[in-house]
C-alpha cells in the first residue's frame, strides 16, 4: 500500500520561510519523478515544482529563485524549501510522484501554508 505523508505546513509572515517534507512508503522512489503542488482557495491545482529521476529540478516561474526542491532516496522523501514566502504562496500544498513509464500516480493529502501580510 503507497503512503505519501506530508509535514512542514503552518501559518507563517510574509519574508518567512518554511519547509515541506513527504514521506514515501510502499514505492521504490528511485522510479518516481517528485513534485509539489499547490491548490488556493476557489483556484485550480497547479505545479509547483518537481524534481526528476536524475535530480533534474523544474520550478513555476512564481516560486523560481524562492523555492528549492529535494530529494532522497534513501530515506524516500521529498523536500520543498520556500523562502521569501508571499502571500500569495498560501494554499493547501500537495506532494506527488508520479512513475513515468506507466503514468502511475499518486497524491499525498496535503498541507496546509498559510503567509500572513
Known amino acids: 500500500q503507497v503512503q505519501l505523508v506530508e509535514s512542514g505546513g503552518g501559518l507563517v509572515q510574509a519574508g518567512g520561510s518554511l519547509r515541506l517534507s513527504c514521506a514515501a512508503s510502499?514505492?521504490?522512489?528511485?522510479?518516481?519523478?517528485l513534485g509539489w503542488y499547490r491548490q488556493a482557495p476557489g483556484k485550480e491545482r497547479e505545479l509547483v515544482a518537481t524534481?526528476?529521476?536524475?535530480?533534474?529540478?523544474n520550478y513555476a516561474d512564481s516560486v523560481k529563485g524562492r523555492f528549492t526542491i529535494s530529494r532522497d532516496t534513501a530515506k524516500n522523501t521529498v523536500g520543498l524549501q520556500m523562502n521569501s514566502l508571499r502571500p500569495e504562496d498560501t494554499a493547501v500544498y500537495y506532494c506527488n510522484i508520479r512513475r513515468p513509464t506507466t503514468d502511475t500516480t499518486y497524491w499525498g493529502q496535503g498541507t496546509q501554508v498559510t503567509v500572513s501580510s
Open positions: 510502499g514505492v521504490t522512489f528511485s522510479f518516481y519523478v
Open positions: 524534481i526528476s529521476r536524475g535530480g533534474t529540478p
